[in-house]
């Protein structure tokens, strides 16, 4: 049976860190979506195994509610020294691993540098954090940021007794839509943390929002020099819109064609919505290479270059779709590009086994209830973009709304408009001792912070030239941009400062340290205390029953 590869909607998450996705589309293609990971052996995995707070709220708002659920974390105190600095790295849309504590990400860096430990917080209903035992629509209205930054306070309070932290001055650290809860958590809990790092949080809430596909343009046209040639997008454009013809009008032997080169399922591209959703799977899926250039393991020169060396626009578009493997699909056999394969993970409320969780219908409930972020592909004066006119089919995006989660049409830019007030959009009221840092050619970025008027309470923004999405939050690599340098540099320079700490640039840097054991003690015996008390036997899946 055919995998759906057309599982284009609202932004969708990535499996693991700096989650957000250009489109749903992409994790058929792009399953293990996000920057390069080092391999989690065995031996890591024990050494920063999975912890579990069994006390979470279900509802901060309501008193009366007195139902909890098991959130999972992780935790890194091998350089940890009493008094030093704990850095709160914030989960996402997708689960945790170990590596969200380790050597890949500047926060495991930053412990290492400074005496300090590393405690990663699962976001409520991914990964295996789920409150009930399955994602149906009811249950899913627990699901908010301003849930998911309650759910931060209280459980840094009970780690804070727990482990013996009370002296340690705490950060915190988020990339995407974790960097709006980065910022957010200063806002409502200034008290709880010294400061906190905003990598590419797009704080501001947009419903139609055509700048995505105007990024991807841009970044097209820009090659690793920043020389700009606008020649190449456009090639490609013009590619896309004669297979988006094909699909919509074409001759019998230009369709049969069409599905022949991209090996799309017989009677998968029937209805005006199934061509559209393949129109739009195929114009953005560059995307996901522009959002991951810095850090993924595909860059925007193999596209530049298969677009350059292609004889015409459409063998183009024919040539990129193939380099990003959209005639494949993850069982191995035909590409089912209709409208009916797109909807099938987002309507599923059930739960696998694995613990990975659903984040394509959960983080497509949170767009249509708090953010939006609908990529189309509206035209705009004197504005270029690399997306097709399908890609803004409303069946892709306000209509996912209505027919999955029962949110009317008119309901979505109400519930945007909400969040905007609450927060502040890109003008948070009084908030203070925050970095918010972006890449240049990141899309999200036009949803983020990157200018700040100058004032009195410690907010920064610094851009990274030619940068990508969440530039300098992952550990330093082969091929960083000058500007990820120069952000990590900022971050560590500021989390010193709000912290006081005195701790040398270099005190730690390659050194080995006897590992603090009394905070990890004292957490494991609460650990074991509490799975003794409540007889809990299957960590991986606790689930509160209503």
């Not at 509802?59 to 030093?84: C, E, I, L, M, W």
């Not at 459409?314 to 590409?335: E, H």
Request: with cysteine; net charge negative.
């Amino acid at each position: 049976m055919p995998s759906s590869a057309a599982l284009s909607s609202a932004v969708a998450a990535i499996v693991y860190l700096c989650q957000i996705l250009p489109s749903l589309a992409l994790l058929e293609f792009f399953p293990n979506n996000g920057p390069p990971r080092t391999e989690l052996d065995e031996s890591f995995l024990k050494q920063f195994p999975e912890h579990w707070f069994h006390h979470q709220k279900l509802d901060h708002f309501n008193s009366a509610d007195n139902r909890t659920f098991a959130q999972r974390y992780f935790v890194n105190f091998q350089f940890y020294k009493p008094g030093g600095p704990v850095y709160l790295y914030i989960g996402g849309e997708g689960p945790l691993s170990s590596f969200s504590v380790g050597k890949g990400l500047e926060d495991g860096l930053f412990a290492n540098e400074t005496n300090g430990g590393v405690v990663a917080l699962e976001h409520r209903f991914y990964g295996k954090s789920q409150p009930f035992g399955s994602l149906a629509t009811q249950h899913l209205s627990y699901l908010t940021s301003r849930q998911a930054l309650h759910d931060l306070a209280y459980f840094q309070k009970f780690l804070m007794s727990n482990m013996s932290l009370e002296s340690s001055p705490f950060f915190c650290i988020g990339g995407s839509y974790p960097g709006n809860l980065a910022a957010w958590y200063r806002l409502e809990f200034p008290e709880m943390t010294r400061g906190c790092w905003a990598a590419s949080a797009p704080v501001f809430a947009q419903e139609i929002w055509p700048g995505y596909g105007q990024m991807v343009w841009k970044a097209v046209s820009t090659n690793w020099r920043g020389e700009v040639d606008e020649s190449v997008p456009a090639k490609l454009y013009a590619g896309y819109e004669q297979l988006a013809a094909l699909a919509h009008d074409g001759t019998v032997e230009g369709f049969d064609r069409l599905k022949k080169v991209l090996n799309i399922c017989d009677a998968s591209l029937v209805s005006v919505d199934d061509r559209n959703n393949f129109e739009n799977t195929i114009s953005t899926a560059v995307a996901e290479v522009m959002q991951y250039n810095n850090s993924g393991n595909m860059h925007l020169k193999e596209v530049l270059d298969t677009i350059t060396k292609a004889e015409s626009p459409l063998q183009a578009a024919v040539d990129v779709s193939l380099l990003l493997g959209l005639n494949k699909s993850a069982s191995g056999g035909c590409v089912d590009a209709s409208i009916t394969g797109f909807y099938q993970p987002l309507v599923n409320d059930t739960l696998p086994l694995d613990g990975s969780g659903n984040a394509m219908r959960t983080w497509t409930w949170q767009t249509c209830n708090e953010f939006g972020y609908f990529q189309t592909g509206t035209s705009e004066w004197g504005k270029s973009t690399l997306y097709t006119r399908g890609v803004s089919s409303s069946a892709l995006w306000q209509q996912v709304c209505s027919n999955v989660f029962g949110i009317a049409a008119e309901e979505v830019p109400v519930r945007i408009a909400e969040t905007n007030a609450y927060y502040g959009g890109k003008n948070p009221k009084n908030i203070s001792h925050v970095l918010f840092t972006n890449g240049e050619l990141d899309a999200w970025s036009l949803l983020s912070i990157t200018e700040y008027p100058p004032n009195h309470r410690e907010v920064y923004t610094k851009l990274a030239p030619l940068g990508s999405h969440c530039v300098g939050l992952y550990a330093p690599m082969e091929g960083d941009v000058p500007g990820a340098i120069a952000i990590r540099k900022q971050a560590l320079t500021l989390f010193k400062s709000w912290g006081n700490l005195s701790i040398g640039s270099s005190s730690n840097a390659g050194a080995e340290h006897e590992v603090v054991t009394s905070p990890m003690e004292g957490l494991q015996h609460q650990n074991e205390d509490q799975e003794k008390k409540e007889g809990y036997e299957e960590k991986s899946h606790l689930v509160l029953q209503i």
